[in-house]
């Protein structure tokens, strides 16, 4: 199938129209119209090749909202027509034992990403979602419940269930303390759902600066990590603490304000932390810990929350032709807290 999208052609370039072929449909393949596509931080990394993996032409966007326009003759829980969504992963083993406990995203062979990796049948590279349409197995496609705004839904395909997957892991539920250091894209998802979640949430902000923002949000209070006094009278005060930092940092202020057996969790950062002392572990029986996307089912599960408790992402739609724009602002957060583009403005590049 010949299709358009947006492209990187190299780490220096911007992103620009670009001839796309998918693939014909395998019997369990479903074909999809993409109408929304999230713009993740990690699309911007992938563009610019920080991680030094970046395989050029590069059409990134793993927060996919579309319906389906076709499906292989295998496939039974799809049509014509129907709402789905696709998020970072499009394929995995699925014979391990992470993968026949719906644990797709810690397959033990490695999972197939949505984009800038190789499909596991052909080795064929994979384009994401900022183009017009997409072809996914079957098991990776999602279902947007009716009650989800399709037009915002898209960030919660990966801002969302990076959030989602360790407040799960972690058993938050009422009477649950939960922090939130960041209050960007993944940071004001992570409040979104905590507080859905019944938990008491605090955001961790080095000013107070972003008070009003957060307790729209939800959360219950901000703590400034730049007020020592605040800082003291907070510590051992969080069973949960999700790190939505995305750059290299010190984790050493936000160590002590974990209660015994408590863990700050890593969702932003890819890469090095600062160095930090140990004390605050051994003496909390404290944790540090990371944590990626969930698994398929997870991820259902999550957008079937969000339906039910009317969590959606705050979302500021653009055109495809604002991407390398939106890219430059991401890098100057400036953004709250996600850009989502129409698709339906491809067709006019």
């Not at 949505?114 to 996914?136: A, L, Q």
């Not at 004001?188 to 972003?210: F, N, P, W, Y």
Request: hydrophobic share 40%; charged share 20%; glycine share 8%.
């Amino acid at each position: 199938m010949k299709t358009i999208g947006y492209a990187a052609t190299s780490a220096t370039q911007p992103l620009a129209p670009h001839d796309v072929t998918r693939r014909d449909l395998r019997d369990n393949d479903v074909a999809i119209e993409i109408l929304y596509c999230g713009v993740c931080h990690s699309d911007l990394h992938q563009a610019r090749n920080d991680w030094g993996a970046s395989i050029y032409p590069l059409v990134p966007g793993h927060e996919i909202v579309g319906r389906v326009t076709a499906t292989g003759s295998a496939v039974t829980r799809y049509k014509t027509g129907d709402r789905v969504a696709v998020g970072c992963i499009v394929d995995s083993c699925g014979k391990c034992d992470q993968c026949l406990k719906h644990e797709e995203q810690m397959c033990r062979e490695g999972v197939t990403q949505t984009y800038n990796d190789h499909d596991r049948i052909t080795g064929d590279v994979t384009y994401g979602g900022y183009s017009k349409h997409i072809v996914v197995r079957e098991e990776f496609v999602l279902s947007i419940p009716e009650a989800l705004d399709i037009a915002r839904a898209a960030p919660l395909l990966c801002a969302g269930i990076t959030t989602y997957s360790p407040l799960r892991t972690w058993n938050v539920g009422p009477g649950s303390r939960v922090g939130v250091v960041g209050l960007g894209g993944l940071g004001h998802m992570a409040v979104k759902l905590a507080v859905g979640l019944g938990a008491e949430v605090t955001v961790i902000s080095r000013t107070e600066a972003k008070k009003a923002d957060a307790l729209a949000l939800g959360a219950d209070r901000v703590l400034a990590s730049g007020d020592a006094e605040a800082m003291a009278a907070a510590v051992s005060s969080f069973d949960l603490i999700i790190d939505t930092i995305p750059v290299r940092h010190d984790l050493s202020p936000y160590l002590p304000l974990l209660d015994v057996d408590a863990t700050l969790v890593i969702v932003g950062q890819l890469g090095m932390v600062d160095e930090h002392s140990t004390m605050p572990l051994l003496m909390g029986r404290r944790r540090i810990s990371g944590s990626p996307i969930g698994g398929i089912a997870e991820t259902q599960e999550m957008l079937n929350f969000c339906a039910r408790m009317n969590i959606l992402p705050e979302c500021e739609m653009i055109a495809i032709q604002d991407i390398n724009a939106a890219f430059e602002r991401m890098e100057r957060a400036d953004v709250r807290y996600r850009f989502v583009i129409d698709m339906a403005s491809l067709e006019a590049a």
